[in-house]
């Protein structure tokens, strides 16, 4: 299973960017996807998750009501819109695929990695 993130750049406090989050396949144990961010000198955090079957999505506080996260089963593709983005939004955002029963917010339980993209909001 290999995923592509994709989407990030250079944008401006207010703006929007939509990132990408494509899987070459679906493991046959695969149940959600999220969606993490690691910032310069601080630890990865979870940002938003969704399950495949789109009943159940997860934000974290800091992005619950700017962020929105969905997927398209048919393309093996989950989004995440970003709206009214704010400095402190910069770091590397980067997917993840997990099984059922595991946590969101604990990224050692997620199974598959993308490399990351880059999003960088600046004042």
């Known amino acids: 299973v290999q995923l592509q993130a994709s989407g990030g750049g250079l944008v401006q406090a207010g703006d929007s960017l939509r990132l990408s989050c494509a899987l070459s396949?679906?493991?046959?144990?695969?149940?959600?996807l999220g969606w993490f961010r690691q910032a310069p000198g601080k630890e990865r955090e979870f940002v938003a998750g969704?399950?495949?079957?789109?009943?159940?999505?997860e934000y974290a506080d800091s992005v619950k009501g700017r962020f929105t996260i969905s997927r398209d089963g048919t393309k093996n593709t989950v989004y995440l819109q970003m709206n009214s983005l704010k400095v402190e939004d910069t770091a590397v955002y980067s997917c993840a695929d997990r099984m059922y029963g595991r946590s969101w917010y604990d990224y050692t339980e997620y199974s598959y990695w993308g490399q990351g993209t880059l999003v960088t909001v600046s004042s």
């Open positions: 396949e679906r493991a046959f144990s695969s149940y959600a």
């Open positions: 969704i399950v495949w079957s789109g009943e159940n999505t």
